[in-house]
Structures are given as structure tokens and as C-alpha cells.
């Protein structure tokens, strides 16, 4: 089966250290998701890329937070500086309305 | 802007039993709706979506759901559960012809199979 594939899975750091998210997109699904997840809030719709341009990234605080797809085959989040409000399960999701959006398993973010 | 309502937050049924869980959405223009599965440390699986057509839609693992466009829901049922089916259940909303690919969660509902 074709899935979306994220790294790192887990990923524990120090407050004000950089972090980067990597996402594998299914080939072919011209249309890339990332959510956020926390227990408070649930599941929060950060940004999404169609054909790899930005379409909307209103649901991400723009002063810490990057998202990029530099090739159809990567989509990245960056969180600089972190903070300990981040820390959560971050999800990539391609795909589409008609065939179904596919999420990754999410890296789980610890920022202490 | 659409949101997502699912009415209960945890559900236990015990197992063979039937169970339904309620979502209800909002939205000013026509919608996609779609159930997704989250098994714990997992990421989140599609049950199910609706698109158009008939409103009853059938989705993997034995579960269905139906589109009510006058009361806004779309219900997730199953007529037999399995311990198997303990997970966390998310509604999800679309509109494609707003202009927004993104979803929409609901919070989640937690259902409890008990033996």
C-alpha cells in the first residue's frame, strides 16, 4: 500500500532549538496537509500545498513556524524557535477529496 | 467557516452490541464529510467519505454512515462491534466548493468496546 511517510517519529528538545518535520507525500497527490494534534485543542489544520504551492498556512503562527515543499516529494514544517507549547503529534496528509486523504503516522514532538 | 460538532466525547458499548456515534456540522455551502480512525500512536485512517449520490455510505471494517442534509449529520454506525474497534473516531467536514480543500475535525469520540 502507498502511504505518506514522516520522520522523525519522536523528537525530544530544548526550548529555542530548531526543529525540522519531514514528510514524504503519496506520488502522484498534488495536495499536502499538515495538523497539529493536542489533547486541548484536537486535531488543527496548520497548512496545506496544492500542485507544491502554498495555499493557505492562515492556522500557523507565522513568527516561529515554517512550511515549505522544496520538490514533490518532500513537504517540511520548522518550528524556530521551539517552545514547549509545541510540543504535540504533528500529521502529514496528501491526497484528495474524491480518492480520500492519506495521513502519516506523525512525529510526536517533546519540547521541554 | 464550517465546524464540526461530535456530540459525545467517549462511548462504551460492549462488544456484538450496536453503536452509533453523532456528528453533526455546519457549513453555508455544499459539503465533503468523512470518517477517519485513529488507533493509538497511530495516525489517522479513512473509514469512510461522502461525496454525493446516496446519502447511506459504506466504509471498511463493517461501518456505514448516513448523510442527512436537513439535520446537517452524518452518523457512523456499526451493527456488531469488535474489541478490535476501540479507538479514537474523528468527523471530518470539506468544502471543496468554497474554495478550501482543508478538513475540519471534530474533537474525536472515544469508543469503548467492553467485553
Not at chain 1, 30 to 57: C, I, K
Not at chain 1, 79 to 84: F, H, T, W
Request: charged letters at 20%; glycine letters at 8%; hydrophobic letters at 35%.
Amino acid at each position: 500500500d502507498a502511504r505518506v511517510t514522516q520522520t522523525p517519529r519522536h523528537k525530544v528538545t530544548e526550548m529555542g532549538q530548531e526543529v525540522t518535520m519531514r514528510c514524504q507525500p503519496i506520488l502522484g497527490h498534488n495536495t499536502v496537509f499538515w495538523y497539529r494534534q493536542t489533547m486541548m485543542q484536537g486535531l488543527e489544520l496548520l497548512a496545506y500545498f496544492r500542485n507544491r504551492a502554498p495555499l493557505d498556512d492562515s492556522g500557523m503562527p507565522k513568527d516561529r513556524f515554517s512550511a515549505e515543499m522544496p520538490d514533490a516529494t518532500l513537504a517540511t514544517l520548522k518550528i524556530q524557535p521551539s517552545e514547549p507549547r509545541d510540543s504535540a503529534v504533528y500529521f502529514c496528509a496528501s491526497g484528495s477529496a474524491f480518492g480520500g486523504y492519506t495521513f502519516g503516522s506523525g512525529t510526536r514532538l517533546t519540547v521541554v | 467557516a464550517q465546524s464540526v460538532t461530535q456530540l459525545d466525547s467517549q462511548v462504551p458499548v460492549f462488544e456484538e452490541a450496536p453503536v452509533e456515534l453523532r456528528c453533526n456540522y455546519s457549513s453555508s455551502v455544499s459539503v465533503y464529510l468523512f470518517w477517519y480512525v485513529q488507533y493509538p500512536n497511530q495516525g489517522l485512517q479513512l473509514l469512510l467519505k461522502y461525496l454525493s449520490g446516496s446519502t447511506l455510505v459504506k466504509g471498511i471494517n463493517g461501518f456505514e454512515a448516513e448523510f442527512n442534509k436537513s439535520q446537517t449529520s452524518f452518523h457512523l454506525r456499526k451493527p456488531s462491534v469488535h474489541i478490535s474497534d476501540t479507538a479514537e473516531y474523528f468527523c471530518a467536514v470539506s468544502e471543496p466548493g468554497g474554495g478550501a480543500d482543508g478538513l475540519t475535525f471534530g474533537k474525536g469520540t472515544h469508543l469503548i468496546i467492553q467485553p
